[in-house]
C-alpha cells in the first residue's frame, strides 16, 4: 500500500481560520480609511488624519477591494479618485462611520456630564442677517451652552465642516457645486441675483440687461470664496467672458458692495440687494438703483449642512430648528 504522506494539508482562508478572523477584526478600520480618504483625495493627507503610515492606509483600501472584489480608488500622481463602487460604497460606509464616532457624545450627553459647545459657521451675510434673530433666541434659550460663530465664505464654510470644525454650516451653493456625500443638505432659501448701478448708468435704463453689456463694466463682487461669485465666474465662463471681467473690488456684504457703487468703482453683482436699501448720499457719491439679474444669473440656493448619521445632542438640534423657522 502507498504510504499516507504526512505533509500538512493546506487550508484555505474560512471563517473560522485566524486570518479571516483578524481579517474581520480590522474591517472597520478599512472602512474608515477609505471614507477618510473620500474626503482628503490622497493617500498622504488621509495618513496624516489618521495618525497612521501612508503604507498603511494603503494596505487597508487594497485589502478592502480584494475582499469586495472590485476597485474601490483610482490614483493618479498624488491624487486619488473614487471609482463609482467606491462613491456607492462610501455614500452607505459613511453615516455608519460618523454613527460610530458620535458614540461617546451619545453617552456623554445621556450622562448630561459633557461641557456643551455649539460651533456654527456661516457667511457674514447670514450671521448679521437672516441668522440674527435665531442667535438672540438660543442664547436666551441655552444660556449655558457655548455658543461659537465662525464668519466665513461658503466655500471656507465648507472646508471647515469638512474637518469637522463645526456642528453646523449655513451655506449657499453655487450652481454646479458637487455635494458632499457625507453631509445632509436641507434648503433653506432661495436667493435671486441683483444688479446694482449708478443711477445715471446706461445700465439702469437699459431695456434688456445683457451678459456682455455687464461684463464690459468694472465688477464690484462678493470674495472669490463666496457661492455668488463662483455663479457669476461660471455663467461668465459657460458664455465664453470669463477673461473679459474685470473685478476692481471684493465686499463681504451687501451694503459694502453697494457703498463701493455709490463711490463709483463700477457696478455690482449680488443677491437679495433689494432687502438692503440704498446708502445715503455723501459728498462725491451717485444714487445707487437696483435691478433684479435673476434671467442671467439666476438663484442663489442656501442649504443647512450637518453630518450624515452622526448622533445630534439635543441642544445643536434646538439650534438647526431655531434656523429652520426663521428661514
Known sequence: MKAKSSAPQRIGRTAESPARRYFKEVRFRQIRSLVELSRQGSFAATAAAMGLAVPSVWQQIRALEDEYGVQFVVAEGSKVSLTDDGRA???????????????????EDQRSTAARTLTVVAPAAMLTGALRR????????????????????????????????????????????????????????????YLMCPADHALARVRQLTLEGIVSQPLVLAPVESSSHRQIRQVFARAGLADRMNVTVTATNRALLMNYVAIGFGIAIGTSAASVKPPKRGAGEVEVV??????????????????????????????????????
Open 290 to 327: 437696483v435691478r433684479e439679474a435673476a434671467a442671467l444669473f439666476g438663484h442663489e440656493e442656501v442649504f443647512l449642512v450637518q453630518r450624515k448619521g452622526r448622533f445630534e445632542p439635543a441642544h445643536v438640534r434646538a439650534f438647526r430648528e431655531l434656523v429652520v423657522k426663521a428661514f
Open 89 to 107: 460604497l462610501v455614500d452607505l460606509a459613511a453615516p455608519l462611520v460618523e454613527s460610530f464616532d458620535g458614540l461617546r457624545a451619545l453617552f
Open 134 to 193: 435665531p442667535i438672540i433666541l438660543y442664547r436666551q434659550n441655552h444660556p449655558n451652552v457655548k455658543l461659537v460663530l465662525l464668519d466665513r465664505p461658503s466655500y471656507l464654510a465648507r472646508q471647515v465642516i469638512e474637518r469637522d470644525e463645526a456642528d453646523l454650516a449655513i451655506m449657499g451653493k453655487a450652481a454646479g457645486d458637487q455635494v458632499m456625500p457625507q453631509f445632509q443638505y436641507q434648503p433653506l432659501a432661495r436667493y435671486a441675483f
